[in-house]
């Protein structure tokens, strides 16, 4: 063992030739050092940045994939025609992604960082603006910005000038050196800015949240001389949150007395293109209050007991009845179309599991201007309802056989028609059966299963009813997040210092400096108005007071104003 020659002392000189080569052992975290460090890295500015950043990307699948807290019947067309990819998507949330559970998981985590970066702050910032500005640095010309001047007017006048001047600028003014120098600061709007910013940010986020849990959405298709009441069976999907009960949605309905849709005719370049919707519907606030006539349309909900009804879409329902082969009516009423494209060509299914002696069932296309062409079919030339055309393809159930899954309890799309347990019905020539229907014409079934009629045509609205309590704190806080970042942007942190002291010739030395947390242009212009206001304008036989540049300088915490702490 190498033997020390002297005793051990700072220097590794002195340590055994083991133990300066041996390499340094760091003491070990243990399981609370590294939740400390998990802490402290979550609670991290660049880490709720990162994390607001990938809320932000995370929201762009409830842009790209249809929801079904907005429209089912969109949601249910992708699931058809995206067979493979469909499911999986559904299984990951892309169809409910403000509620799926990596969403969830990441507005949580941006909450709680939010919370533990602000909350510190905020406490370190009320104490900074309860403390008196900085004592005044020994050598001031060591600061960014300096100027001196010389002038023939007594100290005392000076720092009154001084401070006159300074609470003018609006300046937090402290008394420092027994009197002979001023401390002024202000800036602190543009921190209390920034952090108004981040806590209306967490004040956004606890009302969506609390919104979730208190507030309620649905969707429902109401066809022309229909009403809806707000009652959960009435619903084609609904969302409420954990702490809303069916019995607390009020108690209003009301009845779509028609919907008038403007398209644009005039103009060939926009020909079809929509202009206008308009609702009008008779509303009762209560099953026993007076009936009142109200007029929806896009951005003009109605709004009744804090609910808001939104007009969200439109669409046809072609009336339709079929007889079945006994020469009974087995079905009557308006089906609603799921538009497909903009000209509202619509896609239509009719299920009548009440056919009687073999059940039936319809899939085909509406167009409401149709035209022939070859090649193609029937399409649809313009949106309105000029020449409505319906063109339905006819299965039909096995005798005595529920074809169609109507007593299988299974939830089924109207939008969709399952033919596996279905025939389709042929033609006297052997041909596959293809019914065109103009309005008012009927059509008979070949096999002798029965006639459909087309009645006329309807139309339809789609109407998003939701309710939220804190819509109106969500928008207070968007709005003072506004404010905090506009006053955190054009703000400036500043600090600025005069002293007084005696100069040659019974003359008075006025030195003003400033410092400034970051980038300041104007930093330089403001340390000129101030000493000009103090000291008056500058004279030709003004003189530079002492500079000496040697020795530590004392009076002020350049840290504190450095912008990478």
Known sequence: MVQLTSPPGPDDT??????????PVLPRLGPL??????WRQLTSMRTALLLLLLLAVAAVPGSVFPQRRIDTGRVATYLADHRGTGPWLDRLGFFDVYSSPWFSAVYLLLFISLVGCVLPRSLRHAQAVRSAPPRTPRRLARMPEHAVRTVDVPASQLLDAARAALRSRRYRVAVHD??????????????TGNLAFHLALLGLLTSVGAGLFTGYGGQVLVVEGTTFSNTLPMYNSFTAGTR????????FSFT???LAVRFEEKDAGQLGQPRGFTARVTVRDAPDAAPRTEQIEVNHPLVVDGAKAYLVGNGYAPVISVRDGTGALAFRGPVTALVTDAQYTSTVVVKVPDASPRQLG???TLVPTGVLEPGRGWVSVFPDARLPRLVLTAFAAAPRQDGLGANTGVPQSVFTLDVSKLTQLHDTDGQPTRLLLAPGQTAVLPEGAGSVTFEGLKRYASFDISHDPTKMWALSFALLALAGV?????????????RVSAGPQGRSVVEVAGLARGEDAGLAAEVTALLTRVAGPEGPDDLAGPDDPSGPDEGTDRTADDPKE
């Open 14 to 23: 002195f340590l055994p030739e083991t133990r300066r080569d041996a390499p």
């Open 256 to 258: 779509l007395d028609s």
């Open 244 to 251: 809303v009960q069916p019995g607390d949605l009020p108690p």
């Open 486 to 498: 506009t006053a955190s942007l054009f703000v400036r942190r500043r600090r600025v210092w005069v």
């Open 362 to 364: 319809f899939a085909g």
């Open 33 to 38: 050092g590294w939740l400390r460090w998990a």
């Open 178 to 191: 027994d009197g002979a120098s001023l401390a002024g600061e202000k800036g602190y709007l543009g921190e």
